[in-house]
Structure formats: structure tokens, C-alpha cells
């Protein structure tokens, strides 16, 4: 069954440092997804890219993000100067071509990141 | 207060039993859906519910929506070990992102 990979699966990084989390979304997908996790609390949303644009993106979104898909096969999320707070699990989702806007989002297992 | 808020936070039955949680939201919706989380996981999709549908089965999985009340239900019958974890209700319009609730946390005692 096909599924949406992340690497690494769990990376420690030094406050300041720029990190790159990678995803392989599903092959026919067309919308993809960064979403995080702080450790206890809810799933939030980050970004959406859609026709190799962002389409929307929340207030944590902010210039030390981005995001970018190299290929026809990789998405990724950069965090140009990691901040303490930035530690937290960020899951990729991929989701298949709009129909009645009413499909599915599948998640990677996510990557755990944790800044010291 | 959030978009898509669940309750119980945290809900503890015996195998066999039946499992409810519920989720409240705020705004217009396009569809909802329910995921599971094992602990340190990813989010595993359960079900879909449109906005036109009141109800919908998968397997052991039951899952309503009343738009009126702007809530829905999820109902896992006999419950099993392996349903131990987080269930999230997360809400969509029109095919954009999902806006998540805080989850429930359930754990089934064998």
C-alpha cells in the first residue's frame, strides 16, 4: 500500500543551526502538507503546497521556514535557524487530486526534531 | 476557545466495552475527519464524514455529525487492547487544511 515516508525519523540539532526534514509524498498526490506537534498538545497545522506554490501557510509559518519540492518525488521543509521552541514532531501529509474536496490526508510517521 | 475540540481528554474502558468520543467545532466545514495516534506515531486516517452525511460505518468504527450542533461522534465498539491510543477529529473546507482538535487519549484495559 503505498504511504508517505519521512527522514529522518528523528534529528537533534543545535539551537541556530538550519535543518532540512524530507518527504516522499504518495506518487498521484498533488497537495502536500507540514503539519508539527509540540510534545502533549494538538497537531497544527504549518503549510500547504499545491502546483509547486505554497497555498496557504499559518503564523508559524514564519521567514524562517520554507519550503520546497526539488523534484518530482521530494518535499521539504527547512528551518533555516532553529529556535528551542521549534522542537517538536512534524508530520508530512500528501493528499490525491481534488475531487468533491473531500479526500483523505495520508501522514508520514513524522520526524521527531529536538533542538539543544 | 479551538476549532474541532474532542472530549473525554482522556477515556479508560475495558476490552469489549464500547468507546465514545465526541468533537465540537466552530465554523463551516467541508468534511470531517477522525485519525488514530499510537504513542510517538504517525496519524492514521479512520474515516471520512461529509458535511451532506449524517452518518457513516467502517468495521467497528460508527461516526455521526450534526451540522446543526456543529459536532460529531465517534463510536468504536468492543473495544480491543489495540485501540489503545489518541484519536483526533480534524475538520476541512473545501479540501484544504485540516484543522485538528486536542484529541482523545484512550486507553482499553484488557
Given at each position: 500500500e503505498p504511504e508517505v515516508t519521512q527522514t529522518p525519523s528523528h534529528q537533534v540539532t543545535q539551537?541556530?543551526?538550519?535543518?532540512i526534514l524530507r518527504c516522499v509524498p504518495i506518487s498521484?498526490?498533488?497537495?502536500?502538507?507540514?503539519?508539527?506537534?509540540?510534545?502533549?498538545?494538538k497537531v497544527e497545522f504549518l503549510v500547504s503546497f499545491y502546483n509547486n506554490e505554497i497555498s496557504e501557510k499559518s503564523e508559524i509559518?514564519?521567514?524562517?521556514f520554507s519550503v520546497e519540492r526539488p523534484d518530482g518525488s521530494n518535499f521539504t521543509?527547512?528551518?533555516?535557524?532553529?529556535?528551542?521552541?521549534?522542537?517538536?514532531?512534524y508530520f508530512c501529509a500528501s493528499r490525491a487530486p481534488y475531487r468533491d474536496g473531500n479526500t483523505e490526508a495520508f501522514f508520514g510517521q513524522?520526524?521527531?526534531?529536538?533542538?539543544? | 476557545s479551538q476549532q474541532g475540540e474532542e472530549d473525554p481528554q482522556a477515556l479508560s474502558i475495558q476490552e469489549g466495552e464500547n468507546a465514545t468520543m465526541n468533537c465540537s467545532y466552530?465554523?463551516?466545514?467541508?468534511?470531517?475527519?477522525?485519525?488514530?495516534?499510537?504513542?510517538?506515531?504517525?496519524?492514521?486516517h479512520l474515516i471520512l464524514i461529509r458535511s451532506n452525511e449524517r452518518e457513516k460505518h467502517s468495521g467497528r468504527l460508527r461516526v455521526t455529525l450534526d451540522t446543526s450542533k456543529k459536532s460529531s461522534s465517534l463510536l468504536i465498539t468492543a473495544s480491543r487492547a489495540a485501540d489503545t491510543a489518541s484519536y483526533f477529529c480534524a475538520t476541512a473546507l473545501y479540501g484544504?487544511?485540516?484543522?485538528?482538535?486536542?484529541?482523545?487519549?484512550?486507553?482499553?484495559?484488557s
Open positions: 539551537m541556530g543551526q538550519e535543518v498521484n498526490h498533488l497537495y502536500f502538507y507540514w503539519y508539527r506537534q509540540i510534545l502533549g498538545q509559518f514564519d521567514d524562517q521543509l527547512k528551518i533555516r535557524s532553529t529556535k528551542l521552541e521549534d522542537s517538536a514532531m513524522g520526524t521527531r526534531l529536538t533542538v539543544v | 466552530k465554523t463551516s466545514i467541508n468534511n470531517l475527519q477522525w485519525y488514530r495516534q499510537n504513542s510517538g506515531r504517525g496519524l492514521v484544504n487544511k485540516l484543522v485538528f482538535g486536542a484529541g482523545t487519549i484512550l486507553r482499553v484495559k
